[in-house]
């Protein structure tokens, strides 16, 4: 099955054609490089080595777009990528660490990332983060990977850790050719916050506030998707794709309980891959809670697989 267009020129990638039959049975051969030409019926594609191979549409019998190879991004890095796609409005840095402050919404916006060391000592560093929020009457919170030393530098002094999640990366081209035969027709994107939107997401309740869309917002390339009720037009799926460069990070895929098991999310999922796609990401992320076993189904079957865990920790000490 084609899966290319003339609208793939200038991508990597893969094209199996017959060849002229010279016996009984047909005989073939692929061609993998850049489709860089493809008029009237005929691809040019130039491979690695610098050679040029000209197919005839009609010879093609299966065709993919290859991604460019992957490097893997080291916990820290992808942790920094998944901060700007969710972007508090009050930020700070104390050596590699990323102070964060969103009036409250969320943990991820209102915690103090760690990426790395603070270039000062442990616990002058602790001393600065818990003034810091304190000037702004939110409690302490860090976000941190496991085994990270300043982790266990918070476990030793008595900070509880809470919401374990694991982060998870796959290939975009994977979770496509799984979702290829989804039909995402109902599904509609908009590129800024709409208020049908927000009504779904669960951790907005009320009207949301500057601070709250300001996170929800997030930087340009966020795309949002919902699916409305036929019957009375309110949403009842949303999800959320932030695109920055090769990387698209997944979020707020919601199902309202009444609408679930038939298929919608898989909808969601299929458009916002084939949008982050055209937009040039390769690498699909998302972070998912550990015990939300429904969730982790749906991505293991998209081909997303664990590439590090984080948790919380929060200040032992409440803050009068």
């Given at each position: 099955m084609k899966r290319i267009t003339p609208q793939d020129v200038g991508r990597r990638v893969s094209v199996r054609r017959e060849l002229p039959r010279e016996g009984p049975r047909?005989?073939?051969?692929?061609?993998?490089?850049?489709?860089?030409?493809?008029?009237?019926?005929?691809?040019?594609?130039?491979?690695?080595?610098?050679?040029?191979?000209?197919?005839?549409?009609?010879?093609?019998?299966?065709?993919?777009?290859?991604?460019?190879?992957?490097?893997?991004l080291s916990p820290a890095r992808l942790q920094d990528v998944?901060?700007?796609?969710?972007?508090?409005?009050?930020?700070?840095?104390?050596?590699?660490?990323?102070?964060?402050?969103?009036?409250?919404?969320?943990?991820?916006?209102?915690?103090?990332?760690?990426?790395?060391?603070?270039?000062?000592?442990?616990?002058?560093?602790?001393?600065?983060?818990?003034?810091?929020?304190?000037?702004?009457g939110l409690p302490t919170l860090f976000q941190i990977a496991h085994d990270d030393p300043f982790d266990r530098f918070l476990a030793a002094a008595g900070w509880p850790a809470e919401g374990d999640a694991i982060m998870r990366t796959g290939r975009l081209v994977r979770a496509a050719d799984v979702l290829h035969d989804v039909d995402g027709s109902a599904v509609r994107i908009d590129e800024r916050l709409?208020?049908?939107?927000?009504?779904?997401?669960?951790?907005?309740?009320?009207?949301a506030g500057a601070a709250?869309?300001?996170?929800?917002?997030?930087?340009?390339?966020?795309?949002?998707?919902?699916?409305?009720?036929?019957?009375?037009?309110?949403?009842?799926?949303?999800?959320?794709?932030?695109v920055q460069g090769r990387y698209a990070g997944f979020a707020a895929l919601e199902v309202d309980p009444a609408h679930r098991r038939h298929g919608i999310a898989r909808a969601?999922?299929?458009?916002?891959?084939?949008?982050?796609?055209?937009?040039?990401?390769?690498?699909?992320w998302l972070q998912v809670e550990s015990d939300n076993e429904p969730a982790r189904a749906l991505y293991d079957a998209l081909g997303f697989t664990d590439h590090h865990r984080y948790h919380y920790r929060r200040s032992p000490v409440a803050r009068p």
């Open positions: 047909p005989a073939y051969t692929d061609v993998v490089g850049e489709l860089v030409d493809w008029t009237e019926g005929v691809l040019t594609i130039t491979r690695k080595d610098g050679s040029v191979a000209r197919v005839a549409e009609a010879s093609i019998v299966a065709a993919k777009v290859v991604p460019p190879p992957v490097q893997r998944a901060s700007r796609s969710w972007p508090a409005p009050d930020l700070a840095t104390l050596g590699e660490w990323l102070l964060r402050a969103a009036d409250g919404f969320t943990r991820r916006a209102n915690s103090t990332l760690v990426l790395g060391e603070p270039a000062v000592p442990f616990e002058e560093a602790l001393d600065r983060v818990n003034a810091w929020y304190a000037e702004r709409t208020d049908g939107w927000l009504a779904l997401y669960h951790h907005v309740a009320g009207p709250e869309r300001h996170v929800l917002q997030g930087p340009p390339g966020t795309l949002f998707a919902s699916v409305s009720d036929p019957a009375g037009g309110d949403p009842v799926a949303i999800g959320r794709v932030c969601i999922m299929r458009v916002l891959t084939d949008r982050a796609l055209e937009r040039g990401a390769v690498t699909g």
